[in-house]
C-alpha cells in the first residue's frame, strides 16, 4: 500500500492554504471586511485572479454582515448553495431557505414559462426584505430577482450574485452591477461563479456577524 508525505493537521492545511490565499492576491483596493470576504471567496475556488472580477458596492460586507447579526435569512437559488453555508458559523440561526424543490415551483415555471431556478424567486417574496440572497448557480434566478425587485418588491439586504455557466451568466452579474437598485452586493464578472463561492461568501459573512458580536 502506497504512503504519501502531506499535511494532515487541519489547522496547518488551514493556516497555509490562508497564507498563500493572501501571498498571492492583493487586497489592497478593499476594506478589511470586504477583503475577508474575498479571502474566502479565493479560497473556496483556488483562483487568486478571481480578485480581476470582483465587483461589489462599498457597503456589501458590512450590509451583510449586520444583516446576519439581527437574524436575517439566507435565500439560496440551489441546494449546493445551502449545503455549504456553515450552520454552526451562523450568528443567529439564521434560516436558509430554498425553494428550488418547493411544490409550487414547477408549476409557476409552467405558467410564467420560465425555468424552475427563477420561478422559485418569486417565491422569495414574502422573506425577501432585509434578506442575504446567495445566488450560486442560475442566471435566470439573478435575472428574475432582479426584474421582480424593479416591480417594487422588498429589497434584501446584500446580495451575492455567482451565477456561473456559459449562457446568461456573465450577463445576468452586468445587470446585476447595472440595476441601481440601491441594494448593495458583491459579484464576480464573466462566467465563473458557482455553489462553492456563493456560500463561501455567505459563511465569511457569518464569520464577520460573529466577530463583531464578540468585540
Known sequence: MPSYDYIRDPQEIYRQS??????????????????????????????????????????????????????????????????????????RDNAVFCSLNDERTRPLAAELETTRSAAAVELWQDHLEG????????????FHLLEILGKGAPKPAVILGFPVGFVGAAESKEALIEADLAVPYITLRRRRGGSAIAAAGVNALAGLAKSADMS
Open 18 to 91: 490562508f497564507a498563500t490565499v493572501r501571498a498571492e492576491a492583493d487586497f489592497s483596493d478593499m476594506d478589511a471586511e470586504l477583503a475577508t470576504v474575498a479571502e474566502r471567496l479565493i479560497h473556496a475556488c483556488g483562483m487568486p485572479d478571481i480578485l480581476e472580477d470582483l465587483a461589489w458596492t462599498a457597503d456589501a460586507a458590512k450590509a451583510g454582515r449586520e444583516a446576519l447579526r439581527a437574524g436575517a435569512p439566507i435565500l439560496a437559488d440551489c441546494r449546493m448553495v445551502v449545503e455549504g453555508v456553515i450552520r454552526a458559523g451562523l450568528p
Open 131 to 142: 434578506a442575504v440572497v446567495a445566488v450560486g448557480n442560475a442566471p435566470t434566478a439573478l
